[in-house]
Antibody, heavy 125, light 108 residues
Framework: QVQLVQSGPEVKKPGASVKVSCKASGYTFTTYGITWVRQAPGQGPEWMGW????????NYAEKFQDRVTMTTDTSTSTAYMELKSLTSDDTAVYYC??????????????????WGHGTTVTVSS | EIVLTQSPGTLSLSPGERATLSCRAS???????LAWYQQKSGQAPRLLIY???KRATGIPDRFSGRGSGTDFTLTISRLEPEDFAVYYC?????????FGQGTRVEIK
């Protein structure tokens, strides 16, 4: 079945970086994009950015532009999200999710249809 | 940035009743890029509706979506016990992609 399996919980100190992985299975990884969404405690989802697993094109939210890097490894069907210079405001559950599919160079959007289980990142001194 | 405003914040209803949730965008959103999600406590969001009105795979037909431009609606025709949750609208017609603040549907 189609699924995204994320890496385990992380505890980081302010100023550190975190890298979350997201391994895809059950579909052709390179024909979809992966988006990253975070959710702080008691808050709604917040979009961080999107990466094409087809050609690694990225679209980052301006809020995270200077601190986030999204990458993919097509040999292992894994996406990564690295966030630097962490503060307590970055404490949240981080989700990877599948979004948009490409066919003959055209991207089609059918909602964010498959979600990982989430990775809890806690930033505390 | 396209701001999505959902109303009401909380909807208190009984099982079997009809729920109508609203999502208003600060500027026009193509229907192709408007989606609705359900989220239960401790779980990831679940896609219900994409393209404003198309049900995602496996979603019961009691869920329906409609709307265009700046006004979109999610309707749950007859609430089942498992439908009590938080619902979010989301757009990716413009960058950044944005979510509404959510509507909580609670048991009355």
């Amino acid at each position: 079945q189609v699924q995204l399996v994320q890496s385990g919980p992380e505890v980081k100190k302010p100023g550190a970086s975190v890298k979350v992985s997201c391994k895809a299975s059950g579909y052709t990884f390179t024909t979809y994009g992966i988006t990253w969404v975070r959710q702080a405690p008691g808050q709604g989802p917040e979009w961080m950015g999107w990466i094409s697993a087809y050609n690694s094109d990225t679209n980052y939210a301006e809020k995270f532009q200077d601190r986030v890097t999204m990458t993919t490894d097509t040999s292992t069907s894994t996406a990564y999200m690295e966030l630097k210079s962490l503060t307590s405001d970055d404490t949240a559950v981080y989700y990877c999710a599948r979004a948009a599919t490409i066919s003959q160079t055209i991207w089609y959007h059918y909602g964010i249809d498959v979600w990982g289980h989430g990775t809890t990142v806690t930033v505390s001194s | 940035e396209i701001v999505l405003t959902q109303s009401p914040g909380t909807l208190s209803l009984s099982p079997g009743e009809r729920a109508t949730l609203s999502c208003r965008a600060s500027q026009s959103v193509s229907s192709s890029y408007l989606a609705w999600y359900q989220q239960k406590s401790g779980q990831a969001p679940r896609l219900l509706i994409y393209g404003a009105s198309k049900r995602a795979t496996g979603i019961p037909d009691r869920f329906s979506g409609r709307g265009s431009g700046t006004d979109f609606t999610l309707t749950i025709s007859r609430l089942e016990p498992e439908d009590f949750a938080v619902y979010y609208c989301q757009q990716n017609g413009g960058s950044p992609w944005t979510f509404g603040q959510g509507t909580r549907v609670e048991i009355k």
